[in-house]
């Protein structure tokens, strides 16, 4: 680990940019997500027969806890799945 010397303010300043890229990656990683579980709710509705899906955007939850690269690769590979099934 860096140890950092200076002002609080300056040791703040200093690490801003990393912060803003971890935020914005988070974002993007959340994005992902969001995109992921909207296509996985829509096809299987579609699947299932329901059409109702203004309903489905509004009922996908991303949850803060588990953006992990693992956790999109599961979704995707459910995506997947549901894609060859339909």
């Known amino acids: 680990p860096e140890k ?5 303010k300056q040791q703040l ?3 801003k940019p990393a912060l803003r890229d971890m935020q914005k990656r988070r974002d993007d990683r959340r994005r992902q997500f969001l995109d992921v579980q909207s296509q996985i709710q ?3 509705a579609e ?6 899906t ?3 955007q509004e ?3 991303i949850s803060q806890n ?3 690269l693992k956790k999109l690769q599961e979704y995707t590979a459910e995506l997947e799945q ?3 099934e339909k």
């Open 82 to 84: 549901l894609q060859k």
């Open 4 to 8: 950092l010397v200076g002002t609080v």
């Open 42 to 44: 829509m096809i299987s």
């Open 66 to 68: 588990d953006l992990s």
């Open 54 to 56: 203004s309903t489905l």
């Open 13 to 15: 300043d200093s690490i």
């Open 47 to 52: 699947i299932q027969g329901n059409t109702a």
């Open 59 to 61: 009922s996908v939850d």
